[in-house]
């Protein structure tokens, strides 16, 4: 079972431009999140939905945009990149929205914005 | 604020026990969890606790006190494939995790 996928592994990208890093998982999840780790930082949540069709706001959702079209994937958009951006970009997805439960995650797309 | 606290990083053995704490101060408390990160991968769980008292589950236990607002991860018998880092989420009043910034685990022969 492949679990949950993201694309691309890493890219490059100018300043400026935008990009969507894909996510699609086949566990038919409800609950599906974007979170950006940063060195000497933890996870830090972007934008969560909890169920097809609904989308939230994390901790830092500023230059972020998501849609949930379907239950399998949940793409998150960078409209106009800047370098701070620069990351290593994780979706994750879990059973149940609100409530405790173990979180899934991709491999990753490691981003670079110069 | 919210605040989730464990060592940057941890060094031990080859065959011996490490614990790595992790101390929170969160508006709300749905359970603690714990996860594994190898370098370059993603997170992968380990442990979750809810209640007060130690879980165990092989090599690997977890211990919560919410009175404290502690959790600890025990590792023994340590392997090299042990050397990785080790993350502290608690899961809080929206059920949304809090993470902490992970402690690095070396491991030495």
């Known amino acids: 079972t492949a679990g949950i996928t993201q694309a691309p592994t890493s890219q490059i990208l100018a300043a400026g431009r935008s990009m969507t890093l894909r996510c699609t998982q086949d566990?038919?999840?409800?609950?599906m999140y974007w979170y950006r780790q940063d060195l000497g930082l933890g996870l830090r949540l972007i934008h969560y939905?909890?169920?097809?069709?609904?989308?939230g706001k994390g901790e830092v959702p500023d230059g972020y945009s998501v849609s949930r079209a379907n239950t399998d994937d949940f793409p998150l958009t960078l409209a106009s990149a800047v370098p701070s951006q620069t990351s290593v970009y994780f979706c994750?997805?879990?059973?149940?929205?609100?409530?405790?439960?173990?979180?899934?995650f991709g491999p990753g797309t490691r981003l670079t914005v110069l | 604020g919210q605040n989730i606290d464990q060592p940057t990083e941890m060094t031990a053995t080859e065959g011996a026990i490490v614990q790595i704490n992790c101390t929170y101060q969160t508006s709300g408390f749905n359970g603690l969890f714990w996860y594994q990160q190898h370098a370059g991968e993603a997170p992968t769980f380990l442990s979750y606790n809810v209640l007060d008292g130690l879980e165990e589950k092989g090599r690997f236990s977890s211990f919560l006190s919410r009175s404290k607002g502690y959790s600890y991860l025990l590792l023994k018998e340590l392997q090299m494939k042990d050397s990785a880092s080790y993350l502290c989420a608690v899961s809080g009043s929206n059920y949304q995790l809090i993470w902490g910034a992970g402690t690095k685990l070396i491991i030495k022969p």
């Open positions: 566990m038919r999840h409800n609950a």
């Open positions: 994750a997805s879990s059973k149940l929205a609100g409530a405790a439960n173990e979180q899934f």
């Open positions: 939905s909890n169920t097809a069709g609904t989308t």
